[in-house]
């Protein structure tokens, strides 16, 4: 059974950073994309970073590019977020195995969600 335990969120003023991280049980990162989704309360999930292992790219949402950065190792994916606003506040979630072009987001019975972990950034 596959799990994805976030972890690293936490609370920080404008301009701090944190790394979230992603461990997975039951799972190998690598076999096709992982990515990361934020939450704000009342809404939508919606994409933040995605990585393609096999075509080993990189996607970000334009808020963020620049000041977030996606990577993995084996059983562990990362988020490295520099330069956070209070709009980075939020819920994240990290996903694997979605859905390529939805920033691998899943559904239809195929990928995985972790748990999420909160981020609150204050001015």
């Known amino acids: 059974q596959v799990r994805l335990v976030e972890s690293g969120g936490g609370s920080v003023t404008t301009g701090g950073s944190l790394t979230l991280a992603c461990q997975a049980s039951?799972?190998?990162?690598?076999?096709?994309?992982v990515g990361w989704f934020r939450q704000y309360p009342g809404n939508e999930r919606v994409g933040v970073a995605a990585?393609?292992?096999?075509?080993?790219s990189t996607y970000y949402t334009s808020s963020v590019k620049g000041r977030f950065t996606i990577s993995m190792t084996e059983n562990t994916a990362f988020l490295q977020m520099n330069f956070l606003k209070p709009e980075d506040s939020g819920m994240y979630y990290c996903?694997?195995?979605?859905?390529?072009?939805?920033?691998?987001?899943?559904?239809?019975?195929?990928?995985?969600w972790g748990q999420g972990t909160q981020v609150t950034v204050s001015s």
């Open positions: 039951g799972y190998t990162f690598g076999s096709h994309c």
């Open positions: 990585l393609y292992s096999r075509q080993n």
């Open positions: 996903v694997a195995d979605g859905k390529a072009g939805a920033w691998c987001r899943p559904g239809g019975g195929v990928g995985h």
